[in-house]
């Protein structure tokens, strides 16, 4: 299917010379000029291996939009550096290598339902939840009286994911993640 660039959003995923290709970042630049075109800028993932790039279009310009399946998963567990899951319509398990799941590693927890996106019948990428609620495991104790300024300090969550937290959160906690970028959104209730 064709689409328009200046319709690509983060997370769109092309097809250009075979390979699919997922948009990280996605910007419409007006020029100041007279009669100039609207170009469009995007940074791209090649999904099959792991190469970002920066690309360019005017805005007129189509691209292919990939064709992907979504399958509804669980993950199941983690073992050295294999990730198990388990397809929620079929109820078969696999496998994923780490260069597959990539950073998404860090927020699986045990029986979390995700999307495992499909292309020409191979799993090459993750869908994550916006956020997801992981319990901090260990981070420095909290600085009583230092609230003249915003104050972050690191934190790992169980799954070994180091987040920056604000200094009020201690271990044990539940705080909740945006996984997009794995920044402290709130403590979790």
Known sequence: MQLNVTELRRGAILEENGDPWQVVESQNHMPSARGAAMMVKAKVKNLRTGQMLAKSWRGGETVTEAEVDYR??????????????????????????????????????????IQAVSFKDKIIALKLPMTVDLEVKDTSPVIKG?????????????????V??????ESGEKIRVDTRDGRFVERAK
């Open 72 to 113: 509804n998963v669980q993950f199941l567990y983690r073992q050295a550096d294999d990730y198990a899951f388990m397809d929620l319509a079929s109820y078969d398990q696999f496998t994923l290598p780490g260069e597959t799941v990539g950073d998404d590693g860090g927020f699986l927890l045990e029986n979390l339902e």
């Open 164 to 169: 920056q937290v604000p200094s009020y959160i």
């Open 146 to 162: 230092a609230t003249a300024q915003a104050q972050l300090k690191p934190a790992t969550v169980e799954t070994g994911l180091v």
